[in-house]
């Protein structure tokens, strides 16, 4: 087992590949990069959080849309059963076929 003071030095980091996690870390832009094996970079944190927040948002929309039609699906069915007493009191069975 190895301890703190056993850890190796990387340098140069730039372009150093784990070999235990296939990562990259790249250095050739303003900041550092880390590349996932299969070449994706890491997302940054800023870039987690904005996809956060678009994803919040975007919830919050197709959550609005589904309570729409859950109401839309109640009153259909407050219509239906306001149909189905109607055509019992003229005297018609609105489940025979």
Same mark, same amino acid.
């Given at each position: /087992? $190895?301890?703190?003071d056993? @850890?190796?030095?990387?340098?140069?980091?730039?372009?150093?590949?784990?070999?235990? =996690?296939?990562?990259?870390?790249? =250095?050739? #832009? &303003?900041?550092?990069?880390?590349?996932?094996?299969?070449?994706?970079?890491? =997302?940054?944190? +800023?870039?987690?959080?904005q $996809?956060?927040?678009?994803?919040? &948002?975007? @919830?919050?929309? +197709?959550?609005?849309?589904? &309570?729409?039609?859950?109401?839309r699906? +109640?009153?259909?069915?407050? $219509?239906?059963? /306001?149909?189905?007493?109607? =055509? $019992?009191?003229? #005297?018609?069975?609105?489940?025979?076929?």
């Open positions: /087992m $190895r301890s703190e056993d @850890l190796d030095a990387i340098d140069p980091i730039d372009n150093w590949v784990s070999p235990l =996690l296939q990562i990259r870390f790249d =250095l050739s #832009g &303003e900041e550092l990069q880390i590349i996932r094996p299969d070449g994706e970079k890491f =997302l940054s944190y +800023v870039e987690i959080s $996809r956060y927040v678009e994803t919040t &948002e975007q @919830l919050k929309v +197709v959550q609005s849309q589904v &309570e729409e039609e859950q109401q699906a +109640v009153q259909a069915e407050q $219509r239906a059963a /306001m149909l189905a007493e109607r =055509l $019992r009191a003229a #005297g018609i069975d609105p489940n025979q076929d």
